[in-house]
């Protein structure tokens, strides 16, 4: 008998033509890196909201049922039919999951730039990061600074890439202030230090007080709770303080899109002179970069002809600015990992325990302070 | 006693503070050109949809009552609550309508370029063209080519650059084909001319067989009847044939926005070899600038991430292209008014027969077919 491969723990979503989606834990060779690519540990990789949408497959957790062993749980859930239209591109394939994380290279390809990463902790990018080994391209590596952990560096490009990146897309399409919703959302937090840090005014719109709370101890100027009866007047005012006339929006279905551009069309046309039927001439636009309400987006109009409203990826945002620009993001991000970029997480766990009624239950309500980290060495032997 | 200023008549549309608007007719006396002006007997000005919304203030026109006389005839109708918001900022202001006409210029300012148009057909945009004289710059003039009556070249410029807008939309913002709703408009055919003309693919989205055929004997290659059961695979296998992947939208409310962008997105996508839960990298844009139904629109998603909608309107249109292309555009109009930028009319009417109840119910359905010219000098003995 030959030496046995080395084998790694990766977590897999598989939805079925059946309209079950199927959760559990595979055991995968460690790959071999090809030249440009260095074999990463994993240590820390986080549970986004955009990672939840590929693990979950838009299937309703409530139906959930649990089975398998501590070790391989094995999670099943239903996707309602009306929402198998999404998954049809990915039916049957068993898919792994994790967008980003940070770990340590432990072996290398035979080129010098992946050699020269041996033994450094970096932060990764690109998918299949809910796994204890992944082999990676050199370029999708940041190595991180001395003195920095894997769990610290885990979440360092999608949060604060996009927070950046809500930044940099109001300034190149000519708006000089925010509106954001979710905005107690760690993601949310950011952009509050990033705006509070570069003189940019933000309207911060919450849930609760709570939220509200929590954005004002941060220094935010201007929050907005949704529950409030004087929501409209609120938002509008601040609006009015800020200038802003872009969005972006994490909600993403119901009313709200349309209603904040209500907001900016009376806070455009307040001062206006002249009737126009077609309203204010200045263009509002909202981004939805994320879906946490799954109902349709209600436009409900009253704001003129001067609007957008459109989807915002980061991705082909980065690809869009080009490779510079996208660096200077980057290496702002590395400068204050520790500060703007921080991320805070509820908890840690182990792959088999990310899979769990009690962790699946708290992280998939996808609420504000609910994040987990996965840390799949997590009760490995060294 | 003096001699007596003379007069005009002019349709106005005044919406009240309390819910009511009130369509008549009132006397005003007729205007002395500054020097950059000249005075236009009005011959024909058309009732375009666009018109329609200053005009009725987003009244309830079932709720109309007449009186008045048949020289002086005096609509009221009441105006939905929750339109309300819509109109707020011109209350109680008695607002001339008709955005476009043609007619004859009678006298002219001290300029020029003034006294060069004395006695041309000239078609003219600026509003309150419902009038029998109208008072307004050179520059909003066309002087119309020989041979050319004042009712063939009264709606040379909204419709007509309109449909040209769409076209050069489309090549500037890097889409190849579009699709068009309500098709079989007036706008509609003459886009669909041009499309033809210039080997543009074109969709075309209409709500009835009867529409189907006017388009079809026009030699339009792609109609879908939105009242097809198998409208969704017809309108994706169209968006297939065509790689139309930008719209423009005159219903403005309901689902069909967002069904576009799904069958677009069907489109885009079924040659993906690699799923990917953003959806299709394909940019999908639906323009809405029209709004037959004043219901919200409706974004159920699933068309990924690269979409945009988002309001359309001629004038910024116009201004963003800078005065050489916009001229290009006018150009093109005047030496096809009569092929395809010829208009057709239901019915020609004087100014108080537009206010009758005969007229009112059949242009204000604004259906396909219906569309009226207001001829203000009928009647009006030379």
Known sequence: MGVSTPTGLQLRSLARANGQVELSLVS???????????????EASPINPSDQGLLFAAADLSTATYSGTADRPVVTAAIPRERMGVVAGRLDQSMPVGNEGAGVVVAAGASNEARALLGKTVAVIGGGMYSQYRSIKVEQCLVLPEGTTAAEGAACFVNPLTALGMVETMRREGHSALVHTAAASNLGQMLNRICLADGVGLVNIVRSQAQEN????????????????????ELTAAI??????????????????GHILTCMEVAASRNATVYSRYGSTTHKQVYVYGRLDLRPIELAGGYGMAWGVGGWLLWPFLQKVGTAAAQALRDRVVAELKTTFASHYAKSVSLAEALQPDAIEAYGRRATGEKYLITPQKGVAE
Chains 1, 2 share one sequence.
């Open 28 to 42: 995968v060779p460690v790959p071999d890196p090809l030249p440009d690519e260095v074999l990463v540990r994993i």
């Open 214 to 233: 929590t954005l004002r101890a941060l220094g935010a100027l201007h929050v907005c709770n949704s529950t409030s009866s004087a929501f409209t007047q």
């Open 240 to 257: 009015i303080a800020t200038g802003a006339t872009l969005a972006f929006d994490a909600i993403g279905g119901g009313p709200l899109a």
